[in-house]
């Protein structure tokens, strides 16, 4: 019997010991390198548009960056916040579906995004045994971290198109879909807010230093990421309010389908907003307790 209870207090008291050694890591630095892509009205599968990842165009994908820091707030859970860098693009010239490729639409833009995420672990990492001796006994490391996460973000973008001499162009300052020339059609905003959802793991190289992948997709509530969303406007009414490179932006089709671009007809789908993924390889360093400091590469 007591052997039993021995057995259950010792139980309970290293539980409890590995239920509070988060609070004594819970700092770290985050840094990230990875790969966008864009989910929207140009470029796509080679299908008429459709949504979500049936439509996704890995040529596509561009490059990404980032830095942010990472607080535990309890054995289960972290808050972490996130400064990105990147590129979307999308290209009509890509795809092979005749529509599309006749519309002879394009963009690149920069996105800066800042966001904060509430991440919940489903598998946490362990410290234990760091040798393997004979008799001795309790937990074993687990190296291996997984979590999910939801949160909440504010980014900047400025689309660009490629005009026929082969420079690009800021879009916006276009109104290439009659923004501003009729009351229905507002001018939209360079600075957007997404919702970040995602998933990632995580994994131990040592006391200091993990590496990890994350994957997250981001719901915007705008769409003009690639400044096209409705309709073609009139483009002699474009071409005389913003001047030919507009006129030639809104409307850079190839001709093979003479009705494709008349005014009131179909240049994007207002009724499904754009979105963009981020796929990364993470980096995390753990501050030391007491204060920041920079992490030894």
């Known amino acids: ?61 561009r490059p990404l960056v980032g830095i942010g820091y990472r607080y535990r707030t309890g054995a289960q859970n972290s808050v972490k916040g996130v400064l990105h860098v990147g590129y979307l693009h999308g290209d009509d010239a890509l795809t092979e579906e005749p529509i599309r490729q006749n519309r002879n639409l394009n963009f690149r833009t920069p996105v800066v995004e800042l966001n904060g995420q509430f991440e919940w672990m489903l598998t946490k990492q362990r410290e234990g045994h760091i040798y393997k001796l004979r008799g001795v006994h309790g937990w074993k490391i687990i190296n291996i971290e997984s979590y999910v996460f939801i949160g909440a973000g504010l980014f900047w973008m400025n689309p660009q198109g490629r005009y026929i001499d082969g420079t690009w162009v800021n879009l916006k300052p276009l109104n290439t879909e009659g923004q501003g020339m009729v009351e229905t059609r507002k001018p939209y905003h360079r600075l957007q807010f997404s919702i970040p959802v995602g998933v990632g793991f995580k994994y131990a190289i040592n006391r200091e230093w993990s590496i990890g992948l994350e994957y997250g997709i981001r719901k915007t509530f705008t769409d003009y990421i690639d400044d096209a969303s409705s309709t073609y406007f009139d483009n002699d009414e474009i071409r005389e309010n913003n001047g030919d490179i507009a006129a030639y932006m809104a409307d850079p089709s190839h001709g093979e389908f003479a009705t494709q671009t008349l005014a009131g007809e179909q240049r994007g789908d207002p009724t499904d907003k754009d979105a963009f993924m981020f796929a990364e390889l993470t980096f995390f360093y753990k501050i030391p307790r007491g204060g920041f400091a920079i992490p030894k590469f």
């Open 1 to 61: 019997m007591k052997l039993t209870l021995i057995f259950i207090f010792t139980l309970l008291l290293v539980d409890s010991a590995d239920a509070q050694l988060w609070r004594r890591d819970r700092k770290e630095y985050v840094f990230s390198f990875g790969a966008t892509n864009f989910l929207g009205d140009l470029g796509g599968a080679n299908q008429i548009g459709t949504n979500g990842f049936r439509d996704l165009d890995w040529p596509s994908t």
